[in-house]
């Protein structure tokens, strides 16, 4: 009769052991999918980035060629029309810079639903075995 209440104690911790262990399963499975998200979007900022710095690098081109044309030609409006092209496009690279630095902060490649998942697991499991 001793061994009764033992093999139910047993099982209960076999049973809360495997809970506990698919859950943990869960929650890596649910970390790996919300880093391969933000991954995803760090990959589209670098993207932006990239296409800023061959903006960017057109509108030194063509700013360098306003430049020597307004000297060179002293009041000629086809400097004076490059030389806004130029200003137009560097920013344009300004912008794309900025959104794509700001979407690569740190703060938006971690795993922050899973960490409030794993918060809220800890916490019902505390509970659990509060009230034990």
């Known amino acids: 009769m001793t061994t009764e209440p033992q093999k139910s104690t047993g099982s209960l911790l076999n049973e809360a052991l495997t809970h506990v262990s698919s859950l943990v399963r869960k929650e890596v499975d649910l970390a790996r999918a919300e880093i391969n998200e933000n991954l995803h979007s760090a990959g589209v900022a670098i993207g932006l980035i990239v296409g800023a710095v061959v903006i960017a690098l ?74 034990k």
């Open 58 to 131: 057109t509108a030194l081109n063509v700013l360098s060629a306003a430049l020597v044309a307004a000297l060179t030609e002293a009041g000629i409006p086809a400097g004076w029309s490059a030389l806004i092209v130029g200003a137009v496009l560097g920013i344009i690279a300004y912008v794309m810079i900025a959104k794509g630095t700001s979407d690569l902060k740190l703060r938006s490649l971690a795993p922050t639903r899973t960490a409030q998942n794993v918060k809220r697991d800890a916490q019902a499991v505390k509970e659990v075995y509060d009230d």
